[in-house]
């Protein structure tokens, strides 16, 4: 049995926010129709890296869901859309600001057809910004909310980065938001209008760092995460070793004098006066002194040696790996965070996205991306639409 069986969602996202919510709750059971433009389809169905004609854009983003197309610029193809929010528990779109009001899927549309639909709406720059009229991407996201400097190197400039942190984070505050709504209106017989946006989630990602820096009114420590205080100061951070491949390690303020130790650096650090973590706090110079030493010192070995003697002492220490090592990597393939799924296009297996839960009793399923249209005369003929009716359709360029 699936987790969200029997839940069904009108899916008119596109990019990676609004798709990938989607397609969680798709792998965990949901019935997803994405609502594709007629002969065109998603935007982005050829982005990424081609596989035949199966891109490593759209399929990450959207395996699992049917796809139904629809010109939603026509009375009969609005019309199609609100028979089918008659049944739907979820509706999600991403459009630019005024575009579902103009096309007549707006929030107050569709909860007079279905007074208990959750309706999820995410936006670049949130509902109440002043730029919220304004369209945007992830590159937005992590501009905008300060992503740029929790990962920037001292000295360099600020840039956004290519893992979509915005879109990503976006897509996960947004299932959850979803969850709560569709709970809510299981209760009260109410749905009600979810708006989330990919610079309020960039920036909900920085966590107790922007806290930190809001308080303090000072920016971050950045290259390496010196946090805590003064007096108690902990670090996380990433060094090369003799190979300059880099491993990480974090230690809190009562781990830093014991690993250092562990590490045979205590006294040479001594002896340059640098054992005090807490100097990094002083001065920029003072901080640069210090990681500039430990980098001397970590590339003295390999790094499966250093993150022994770290682990052996309990602390946390790892390597760093590139998005293919990363890929192959036993903690995450024995997980299933990467897993494999047949394509008879191709007729072979792909590694994809596994998924981050796991359920006990009901597993998450993994599918394929649909081709464009795939489920119309299924999901139309569901809807009491005869074949001659759908033929029309196809003539008319309805569907």
């Known amino acids: 049995m699936s987790l969200l069986k029997n839940i069904k969602i009108i899916d008119l996202t596109r990019f990676v926010a609004g798709p990938h919510c989607t397609l969680v709750l798709s792998d965990l059971g949901a019935e997803v129709i994405k609502i594709e433009t007629p002969g065109k389809g998603d935007m982005n169905r050829k982005s990424g890296y081609l596989m035949g004609s199966t891109g490593s854009f759209f399929e990450t983003n959207n395996r699992g869901v049917k796809s139904l197309t629809l010109n939603l610029k026509s009375k009969k ?185 562990a590490l045979n650096f205590y006294e040479v650090l001594e002896k340059e006066n640098l054992i005090d973590l807490g100097l990094a706090f002083e001065s920029e110079e003072k901080k640069i002194d210090i990681l500039n030493k430990l980098a001397e010192l970590f590339s003295k070995n390999k790094r499966d040696h250093w993150i022994s003697i770290l682990r052996k002492a309990d602390m946390i220490s790892t390597h760093v790996n590139t998005m293919l090592e990363a890929s192959n990597d036993p903690n995450i393939i024995e997980n299933n965070y990467v897993t494999e799924v047949w394509y008879p296009e191709l007729n072979k297996k792909m590694k994809v996205h596994g998924t981050p839960w796991k359920f006990s009793k009901t597993p998450a399923k993994i599918k394929t991306a649909p081709k464009l249209g795939e489920h119309n005369s299924n999901i139309l003929i569901n809807l009491g639409y005869s074949e001659e009716e759908i033929e029309s359709l196809i003539e008319n360029k309805i569907i």
């Open 77 to 261: 193809g609005q019309k199609i859309l609100h028979e089918l929010i008659k049944d739907a528990d979820i509706f999600g779109q991403n459009f630019r600001p005024g575009v579902a009001e103009k096309l007549n899927f707006d929030y107050e549309t569709l909860s007079k057809i279905n007074p208990k639909l959750v309706y999820a709406s995410v936006s670049a720059y949130g509902p109440d910004a002043p730029d919220g009229h304004l369209p945007g991407t992830d590159a937005v996201g992590q501009a905008l909310s300060g992503i740029a400097e929790a990962y920037s190197i001292p000295g360099n400039n600020l840039r956004t980065g290519v893992a979509s942190v915005a879109d990503e984070s976006c897509a996960i505050l947004t299932f959850g938001g979803i969850l709560a709504a569709y709970i809510n209106a299981q209760k009260t017989g109410k749905g009600q209008k979810l708006e989330t946006s990919l610079v309020g989630s960039a920036f909900r990602l920085l966590g107790w760092t922007m806290t930190t820096a809001m308080w303090s009114n000072k920016p971050p420590i950045t290259g390496a995460r010196i946090n805590g205080t003064r007096e108690k100061p902990g670090i996380a951070a990433c060094f090369n070793d003799i190979e300059n491949k880099p491993f990480a390690l974090q230690l809190s303020p009562d781990d830093w004098t014991i690993a250092m130790k």
